[in-house]
């Protein structure tokens, strides 16, 4: 609890700080939003721990502090943890892709597509859209949508209803009481750094040039975490300050350990020389990755496209693109 305490503690206090000081001067209001971002992708996964259920011992109060560290993030925790763990189940599996993770085509999928269908794609993995456009859609607009939940489902609901009704509460109170213009550049800062810097960390952990995707037959939950997980070489100030998610093989092998625990799990088992190491710098190189070409067996650029015409004979043997076409603005997408 004292690590949830004193990080929210200092996030809540670099806002409030941020947003005093915005009054005063830009650029100290700005730099400390910019703090207070970096440290709410602590506060994120503070919240990934309480998903594993890994931060207490107790699951209901993994649940209760998930939830109310959700207000914070702007991540419904039901409805994030459900997507979260089938990703952690999925990831890998050629044959169950969409869930939970970035959208990944295939080479033959890409080819496959209309020109109209290909510019969405195209424009879905352009970094400008990924660390910066779509993480803001996600986190305040796409999470606050119970429509995008089946009906059914009424934990991950409720969870996006209740995150919302706070959420507005918070606003009325500041447009009754406070500077709300204010309020609203320190929130679109904050935001846009934790996200961004958050999409970059949950982008490089299976985005790289060997990846593993196989079919489901042969897929293992340990090779998917050992082989197609990276192992993001940062310093250890910045991996303190990520909750070692830069670990992220033995995060895949071991979902119950706590984030504070992963370094040490590691050297204990023997684990640094597994996971597919990526440098910082080396890390952005990742976005340069678009499709997955199952004859290489390798992430490339984008594949030539076939000659015009030719898109029937291609769509006539192919299957739809599990990626699927109507959800490639999710960034996290959604099963119904």
């Not at 507005?168 to 709300?180: I, S």
């Not at 303190?240 to 071991?254: P, S």
């Not at 678009?290 to 299957?319: C, I, N, Q, W």
Request: aromatic share 8%; with cysteine.
């Amino acid at each position: 609890m004292a690590q949830v305490l004193g990080t929210v503690g200092t996030y809540l206090l670099l806002t409030a700080a941020s947003y005093v000081a915005l009054a005063h001067s830009v650029a100290a209001g700005l730099g400390l939003a910019v703090l207070a971002g970096i440290t709410l992708v602590r506060v994120f996964i503070l919240q990934h721990d309480c998903a594993h259920r890994s931060l207490f011992a107790r699951p209901s109060v993994n649940d209760r502090v998930g939830m109310a560290l959700g207000l914070l993030t702007l991540a419904p925790h039901a409805y994030w943890r459900a997507m979260h763990l089938v990703h952690h189940s999925t990831s890998g599996d050629l044959e169950r892709r969409g869930t939970g993770d970035i959208v990944t085509m295939t080479a033959e999928e890409y080819r496959a597509l209309k020109p109209a269908e290909r510019l969405r794609y195209r424009l879905y993995r352009h970094p400008a859209v990924l660390l910066g456009v779509g993480p803001l859609f996600q986190f305040l607009l796409r999470f606050r949508m119970p429509g995008i939940v089946a009906k059914e489902r009424r934990p991950e609901r409720r969870s996006i209803a209740v995150t919302n009704g706070v959420l507005l509460v918070m606003h009325l109170a500041l447009l009754a009481f406070g500077d709300w213009p204010r309020f609203i550049v320190v929130h679109l800062v904050v935001t846009q750094v934790a996200a961004g810097l958050g999409i970059w960390l949950f982008f490089v952990q299976h985005q790289v040039e060997e990846p593993y995707w196989v079919p489901h037959a042969r897929w293992t939950l340990k090779d998917s975490a050992l082989k197609g997980s990276s192992y993001l070489m940062l310093p250890r100030a910045l991996e303190w300050t990520f909750g070692a998610i830069n670990l992220h093989h033995v995060h895949h092998l071991k979902p119950r350990v706590p984030s504070y625990l992963l370094r040490d799990y590691m050297e204990r088992h023997d684990l640094s020389g597994h996971g597919i190491r990526l440098g910082t710098l080396e890390s952005f190189k990742a976005f340069q990755l678009k499709v997955y070409d199952e004859s290489l067996g390798r992430m490339t650029g984008f594949p030539p496209t076939p000659p015009r015409g030719a898109h029937a004979l291609l769509t006539g043997s192919s299957a739809p693109p599990p990626g699927r076409m109507d959800r490639l603005l999710t960034l996290s997408s959604e099963e119904h």
